[in-house]
């Protein structure tokens, strides 16, 4: 185990304050960014400019936005506004990360793991198919891998800095292994975790200022349903667990990163070729990410992973 060391502060209750601020500056801000957002929509419309450059796309997000992507917007804002004092609250600094390999070795690293993690999600979303609990989409995007590989590169670098990095980082300086390991993983799955029951919307004509805070209501509410907490959350928590190892077991974030785009990759690829049947729930969900069967195959991942990746 790793002790603490001399002179830190306990970083988790900060890191909860964090969370908390960020949260509720998010439920306060969402409401303005709402109506700003309306406002803005009818200005454009009725402007000489509605019909030039990135306007008719502008109009058209706009449209489709209801309150709850607003609002997961301005939990966004308040992240990132309320970073920089966080940071210089804790005292993190770039002695947090872990050390780099030599480049050719993080390369094998990160492609071992995301053709491990894409590989074996895939392979499940066919067993998923062969058994109907999905459907090929009436347009299937084949081959539109751009957003799939987008995003698996934005999510496992980034993700895997903050998380993996400097948030597991700054745990290791200030609890034992174990507990950093066990905390890092919670605050993944829960920051993952956060968000209003799929299909859940407020009309915008029912936008009021206390919207935001029943969206707050609507997440609490998502941890009192024990099968959607064993079918997405255990899930989530396994996935942070794996990545967790993987930093630790390699000393680099490579394999992280490489493990999380490929999941995000194998998820986003598999949503955009097929269609959702029917709920098996707990082991089957709406995508590859719920449900018991996933969370079996993100373990199993990790435990091949484990097998094939060097220790430091």
């Keep these: 185990m790793q002790a603490a060391s ?3 502060s306990p970083a988790l209750p900060k890191l909860l304050l964090y969370l908390i601020v960020v949260m509720l500056g998010g439920a306060l801000l969402a409401v303005p960014l709402f ?3 309306k406002t803005g929509h009818a ?6 400019l509605r019909d030039t450059g990135l306007a ?4 058209k997000e706009i449209e489709r936005a209801h309150f709850t992507r607003y609002f997961n917007r301005a939990v966004l804002i308040c992240a990132i506004v309320f970073i920089w004092p966080f940071l210089r609250w804790v005292r993190m600094d770039r002695s947090l990360l872990p050390a780099w390999r030599p480049f050719s070795t993080g390369i094998k690293q990160w492609a071992l793991g995301f053709a491990l993690a894409s590989g074996l999600l895939l392979a499940l979303g066919f067993v998923f198919f062969k058994l109907g609990a999905y459907q090929l989409h009436p347009q299937p995007r084949w081959f539109k891998l751009g957003e799939p590989i987008t995003a698996a590169l934005g999510a496992g670098i980034v993700e895997e800095f903050f998380f993996r990095g400097l948030l597991l980082g700054l745990l290791l300086r200030s609890m034992s292994t174990r507990s950093a390991l066990i ?3 919670f605050v993944f799955a829960l920051v993952h975790f956060l968000k209003p029951p799929e299909g859940w919307q407020i009309e915008d004509a029912a936008v009021t200022w206390s919207s935001g ?6 997440i609490a509410g ?3 349903d024990v099968q959607f907490l064993l079918a997405e959350f255990a899930t989530l928590f396994a996935v942070g667990w794996v990545l967790a190892q993987a930093r630790m077991q390699t000393g680099a974030l490579w394999a992280g990163i490489g493990l999380h785009g490929g999941w995000v990759f194998g998820l986003k690829w598999f949503s955009a070729i097929t269609v959702y049947n029917s709920g098996w729930l707990p082991w089957i969900g709406g995508n590859l990410k719920i449900g018991l069967a996933p969370l079996l195959t993100v373990l199993l991942t990790g435990w091949i992973a484990s097998r094939l990746l060097p220790a430091r």
Excluded: D, E, N
């Excluded at 805070?213 to 609507?218: H, R």
């Design 43 to 48: 200005w454009l419309s009725a402007s000489s």
């Design 56 to 59: 008719p796309w502008l109009l």
């Design 6 to 8: 001399p002179g830190t």
């Design 213 to 218: 805070f029943l969206v707050l209501q609507q």
């Design 183 to 185: 905390v890092g993983t």
């Design 35 to 37: 109506h700003l957002g």
């Design 222 to 224: 998502g941890f009192g």
